[in-house]
């Protein structure tokens, strides 16, 4: 199991990739298919840095964020001192009211979570969640590959912002990519000791299929082909 040590020194280079274009596109993507309307109550459920949670929250949704990792939620807090961060871990029980959230998102999680206990995660989000809410998972698959994603990113930008231009944020992202292609690694590695490895194509549909979700969503790839995207719904 990886440690809260080895988290502190992977969220401390994290937010490198609010930088990166694809990952922007993901956060997009992701908050496009939730769909947020006013009032909606929204658990980011691994929140990490609070990436995601702040995308919604300024495109108005009310978020309550969780994650397991001090490090990170301090960092968190400090991009939004006003953010709600529940400290808890998603392979337990949630300190949450049946039918609390109108809905949930998990994304960049599931992959470093034993296998055996994603089906008893999405259970906790379907009990969570009020008749007719929304879970949206998008988490790594076994195509995942941060290479091509930084490749991706520099294609993109050169046509967005120059050669010149891109080959200097390459010059000053250097050693935080680095770093970030060594975390991935060893997260990689870990995980397939522990049974963590990356989805399936079709595990996470499977999974909300088996745990009661309803009008499920054909799976896709995004993010350089390295994540897949589904989303379900609990019945009325």
């Known amino acids: 199991m990886l440690s809260e040590k080895f988290w502190k020194k992977y969220f401390s280079v994290y937010d490198i990739l609010n930088m990166v274009l694809p990952y922007r596109d993901l956060k997009r993507e992701v908050c496009d298919e939730l769909g947020i309307k006013k009032d909606d109550l929204v658990l980011d459920a691994g929140s990490g840095t609070g990436n995601f949670s702040l995308y919604l929250k300024n495109i108005g949704g009310?978020?309550?964020?969780?994650?397991?990792?001090?490090?990170?939620?301090?960092?968190?807090?400090?991009?939004?001192?006003?953010?709600?961060?529940c400290f808890a871990d998603i392979t337990q029980r949630l300190p949450f009211n049946v039918e609390e959230f109108d809905k949930i998102m998990c994304v960049l999680t599931l992959h470093v979570i034993n296998s055996e206990?994603?089906?008893?995660?999405l259970k906790e989000f379907f009990r969570i969640l009020k008749p007719g809410g929304m879970l949206v998972?998008?988490?790594?698959?076994?195509?995942?590959?941060p290479f091509r994603i930084y490749t991706e990113h520099i294609k993109k930008d050169i046509k967005k912002s120059g050669l010149l231009k891109v080959l200097k944020e390459i010059?000053?992202?250097?050693?935080?990519?680095?770093?970030?292609?060594?975390?991935?690694?060893?997260?990689?590695i870990v995980s397939k000791n522990q049974k963590?490895?990356?989805?399936?194509?079709?595990?996470?549909y499977m999974l909300l299929k088996k745990s009661g979700f309803v009008n499920l969503s054909d799976t896709k790839?995004?993010?350089?082909d390295s994540v897949i995207i589904n989303k379900g719904y609990k019945p009325i």
């Open 137 to 145: 998972l998008a988490n790594p698959y076994e195509n995942f590959n």
């Open 196 to 204: 963590s490895n990356f989805l399936k194509f079709d595990e996470q």
């Open 221 to 224: 790839a995004t993010y350089a």
């Open 117 to 121: 206990k994603r089906l008893s995660i």
């Open 62 to 85: 009310h978020v309550i964020s969780l994650d397991n990792s001090q490090s990170a939620i301090k960092i968190h807090h400090s991009k939004d001192h006003n953010a709600e961060i």
């Open 171 to 188: 010059f000053i992202l250097f050693m935080p990519t680095i770093k970030m292609f060594y975390y991935n690694i060893k997260i990689e």
